[in-house]
């Protein structure tokens, strides 16, 4: 079945540097999705970046890179140059082309000190 | 403006007395979900859609019903809440169901208390 485990419940940063944000995942499935959403202390759950189990490349997006490990079964989400507003809760998500289900982790509350 | 829209933002109900949360998309997304979050739990999917008339149940249906008679909407119904429902609902839409490449849009969330 698929799992998502994010083992750091809390994690501080200093603002400007780089934070890196643990994500494992358990699927046997050959194809599958990762994803990272962000939720700010307001509620909402925003998009952040997407890595494609065949895709070659670690995914980029602005600020936001996602170091995939694929024999690792990692999805780790590097924040780099960390701002007070990346302060909020991250969610690592799977999804596999084999069911319709996107299963979230935990989560990780991410704290960025002045 | 895309977007997807639920309603109320927040409910405060009994035991047992019925209700519905929307969830409307303009996006035209073929699919939509709906998960609830707790604290420490992450978000864990109730019920999804694949599209209209076809619905499916996630890792927690218990105590929940859905619809899908319109592509745009689906609601969430709970016919006889318990105080064990009490939690934050966020509604969701993707293209193709929040596979590859199709992130989730999700709703302003919903939180409902139930005494």
């Known amino acids: 079945a698929q799992k998502i485990t994010q083992t750091q419940p809390g994690m501080f940063v200093q603002e400007k540097e780089a934070v890196t944000l643990d994500c494992t995942y358990d699927?046997?499935?050959?194809?599958?999705?990762l994803f990272w959403y962000k939720q700010p202390s307001s509620g909402e759950m925003i998009f952040l970046i997407y890595?494609?189990?065949?895709?070659?490349q670690n995914a980029t997006e602005g600020r936001y890179s996602l170091n995939f490990q694929k024999a690792r079964k990692s999805a780790n989400l590097v924040i780099s140059a960390s701002q007070l507003g990346d302060s909020a809760m991250y969610f690592c998500?799977?999804?596999?082309?084999?069911?319709?289900?996107?299963?979230f982790g935990a989560g990780t509350r991410l704290f960025v000190k002045a | 403006e895309a977007q997807v829209t639920q309603n109320p933002r927040y409910l405060i109900t009994v035991t047992g007395k019925k209700l519905t949360v929307t969830c409307s998309q303009n996006?035209?997304?073929?699919?939509m979900s709906w998960y609830r979050q707790d604290p420490g739990l992450g978000l864990r999917q109730i019920y999804y859609?694949?599209?209209?008339?076809?619905?499916d149940k996630g890792d927690v249906p218990e105590g929940y019903k859905v619809s899908r008679k319109e592509k745009r909407n689906f609601p969430l119904i709970l016919e006889s809440p318990s105080p064990n429902q009490t939690s934050l609902y966020f509604c969701?839409?993707?293209?193709?169901?929040?596979?590859?490449?199709?992130?989730?849009?999700f709703g302003n969330g919903t939180r409902l208390t139930v005494t």
């Open positions: 969701a839409s993707s293209l193709y169901g929040g596979g590859v490449n199709s992130p989730l849009h």
């Open positions: 699927t046997s499935d050959p194809s599958y999705g």
């Open positions: 890595q494609g189990s065949y895709d070659q």
């Open positions: 998500a799977s999804y596999n082309t084999g069911g319709f289900k996107t299963i």
């Open positions: 996006m035209n997304h073929e699919y």
């Open positions: 859609s694949m599209n209209v008339e076809v619905t």
